[in-house]
């Protein structure tokens, strides 16, 4: 049990290393949470320093994802750990203690936590967020129906219990940080994929 807790500590500590903050200020000299949104995401990176950086922080919250959610079931040795692990690396990134628990909003390291958790969940949970931004340009609410989608496929696909419920966790902290994204999407005021915004 002991072994087990400290995977899950690892896990949120490795979920919490803040990519975003620290390609801005390699790629461009800057502190991204000053610019653009304010966001740590790959997104805002990429309104603000392009898309060479944009990728390596999006490659950078996948990666840390995955290994986070490996960390804590390879410390655990069961499924349910490895969705405990998953569900670590989201809060991780959404309030890190390098940030003072200002963190970003957990898509990216979702997503290379359930390549590891899930893999197969992801796929159909990938392509609904590709066909969502192909068809509205708005990431947000992209992350929000491929969420819900990787819920769905979860459950098709007789994932452990342990791994639907982390997934559904990972939703709902997903959604609670997209809130503000949700009330700009109703009142027709969110960005949409290319466009600049104003300043934090």
């Not at 340009?137 to 459950?155: D, T």
Request: net charge positive; proline share 4%.
């Amino acid at each position: 049990m002991a072994l087990s807790l400290l995977g899950l500590a690892a896990a949120y500590l490795i979920g919490a290393i803040p990519v975003g903050v620290l390609v801005s200020r390699l790629a461009g000299g800057v502190d991204i949470r000053r610019h653009g949104s304010g966001n740590i995401g790959a997104t805002n990176v990429l309104r603000t320093l392009g898309p060479v950086a944009a990728v390596t922080t999006l490659l950078g919250d996948i990666a840390k994802g995955y290994l986070a959610t490996w960390v804590a079931g390879a410390a655990g040795g069961a499924p349910v750990w490895v969705g405990a692990g998953a569900i670590a690396a989201v809060i991780g990134n959404c309030w890190p203690v390098f940030l003072g628990f200002r963190g970003g909003k957990g898509v990216a390291t979702g997503l290379g936590a359930f390549l590891r958790a899930a893999p197969w969940a992801v796929v159909p949970a990938a392509v609904l967020w590709i066909l969502v931004v192909a068809v509205t340009r708005y990431v947000s609410l992209a992350s929000i129906v491929g969420c819900a989608g990787l819920v769905a496929a979860a459950w098709a696909l007789g994932y452990p219990r342990s791994i639907l419920a982390a997934a559904a966790a990972v939703t709902l902290i997903i959604g609670w940080r997209h809130q503000q994204n949700i009330q700009r999407l109703f009142a027709g005021t969110e960005s949409r994929l290319g466009q600049r915004v104003k300043a934090a």
